[in-house]
Nanobody, 118 residues
Framework: QARLVESGGGSVQAGGSLRLSCAAS????????MGWYRQVPGKHREWVGS???????VYADFAKGRFTISRDNAKNLMYLQMSSLKPEDTADYYC????????????WGQGTQVAVSS
């Protein structure tokens, strides 16, 4: 059974950085495209970016140039490095397996909270 656990969230001032981690188990991680998503309470969950099995990445416009997704297939870990954070980046961040590189999310983690103060 797939299990994803996010960590690394917290509070940071605008302009700061955070690195989120996603630990995967119960799946053959190196064969799975993965993604990061975020959700502000009361709003729809939005896609942040995805990473293919070989490390290719694609990002939402708001994440380009500020966020970097990476993965360590040997450790079953995925990361989201966020820099130049803005108050509007405040949200719950989720990692997910995806059906394909550009496909829908399949399995979700429980989320980790990020709060950016001005």
């Amino acid at each position: 059974q797939a299990r994803l656990v996010e960590s690394g969230g917290g509070s940071v001032q605008a302009g700061g950085s955070l690195r989120l981690s996603c630990a995967a188990s119960g799946i053959v991680f190196p064969t799975r495209p993965m993604g990061w998503y975020r959700q502000v309470p009361g709003k729809h969950r939005e896609w942040v970016g995805s990473i293919h099995t070989g490390g290719q990445t694609v990002y939402a416009d708001f994440a380009k140039g500020r966020f970097t997704i990476s993965r360590d297939n040997a450790k079953n870990l995925m990361y989201l490095q966020m820099s130049s954070l803005k108050p509007e980046d405040t949200a719950d961040y989720y990692c997910a397996t995806q059906a394909s590189y550009s496909g829908a999310a399949v399995h979700w983690g429980q989320g980790t909270q990020v709060a950016v103060s001005s």
